[in-house]
């Protein structure tokens, strides 16, 4: 079974830092990865799919890597603004059990004015 | 574009009580996914649907039931409701064979007193 960690847990920085949010899974058998925001008690919002055959994805000023066989991605955020705070997650889905997601345990990120 | 749509948006239950979900997939999404996501806890995957059929099945009680119907439309029947059913209720869809991005409803919160 799939087991994904995300560190770290939580990351407070300074408004305008670049920053990395690291998503590493064991079986590196795996379709694409998701990366996902969640704020405080909401939905979850889709950042960046990553299929297994591409190494980066990116999206303004998000940036998405990722090593299969490491099984590790990255995720980039660049000039990091106040309204970035939120907790974000990272998701691969179970190969051999119908795609469903297993995430990671998320990174509570803080950016301060 | 057309998001999934979950109601109610907000649900508060007696214990013992039961409770039905609704999740309204993306037109032409033929897969539809329930999670689970507890207080403090990353989303846990309780069962899936494809073209009307169970797919999978996760962490998903004994105590609840799903479906699919022929507008592809999902409900998550829940029964004998316990103080730790109180939760974050997301569905999700996608078009399985082509690996997409799954796509996330902005979830029912389920109270349970």
């Known amino acids: 079974k799939q087991e994904v960690t995300q560190i770290p847990a939580a990351l407070s920085v300074p408004e305008g830092e670049n920053l990395v949010l690291n998503c590493s899974f064991t079986?590196?058998?795996?379709?694409?990865l998701q990366w996902f925001r969640q704020d405080p008690g909401k939905g979850l919002t889709s950042l960046l799919l990553?299929?297994?055959?591409?190494r980066e994805q990116t999206s303004g000023r998000l940036n998405a890597s990722l090593d299969k066989s490491s099984g590790r991605s990255t995720l980039y955020i660049a000039a990091s603004q106040p309204g970035d705070s939120a907790t974000y997650l990272c998701?691969?889905?179970?190969?051999?059990?119908?795609?469903?997601?297993?995430f990671g345990g998320g990174t509570r990120l803080m950016v301060k004015p | 574009a057309a998001g999934v749509i979950q109601s109610p948006r907000h649900l508060i239950k007696e214990k013992r009580e039961t409770a039905t979900l609704k999740c309204y997939p993306i037109?032409?999404?033929?897969?539809v996914y329930w999670y689970q996501q507890g207080p403090g806890q990353d989303p846990q995957f309780l069962i899936s649907f494809y073209e009307k059929m169970q797919s999978d099945k996760g962490s998903i009680p004994d105590r609840f039931s799903a479906q699919q119907f022929s507008d592809y439309h999902s409900e998550l029947n829940m029964s004998s409701l316990e103080l730790g059913d109180s939760a974050l209720y997301f569905c999700a869809s996608s078009r399985r064979w082509e690996a997409e991005t799954q796509y996330f409803g902005p979830g029912t919160r389920l109270l349970v007193l």
């Open positions: 037109p032409r999404h033929d897969t």
């Open positions: 079986d590196s058998a795996i379709y694409n």
């Open positions: 998701a691969v889905p179970e190969v051999d059990a119908g795609n469903m997601l297993t």
């Open positions: 990553i299929q297994s055959s591409q």
